[in-house]
Structures are given as C-alpha cells and as structure tokens.
C-alpha cells in the first residue's frame, strides 16, 4: 500500500491525541470554506482519521 503525503499527515495527527481535533476542524474547514476547490483528499483524511 502506497501512503500518500496527505495520508501520512492525517495518520500522524490522528495518532497525536493533541494535534488531532486541530486537524480535523482544519480538514473540516478546508471543506467549507472553499467547496469547490476542496479536493478528494480532504474528505478522505476525515474518513481515514474517524471523524
């Protein structure tokens, strides 16, 4: 299995019990703020963290 950058980034703050609500509400907000342009990759991230 190849681990993307983006990936490693979410697996990594998941891990970390103080970054990960910090990574979730910046994945969250990456979503909301511009819709149109929010890749994939965001909504991927939240789903492979559990939020």
Known sequence: ???TLGKA???RAAANPLARPVK???????LTTVPETASG????ALKLIGA
């Not at 990759?41 to 991927?44: I, L, P």
């Open 24 to 30: 979730i509400a910046d994945l969250k907000d990456n």
């Open 41 to 44: 990759s965001e909504r991927q």
């Open 9 to 11: 980034i979410a697996l």
């Open 1 to 3: 299995m190849i681990i």
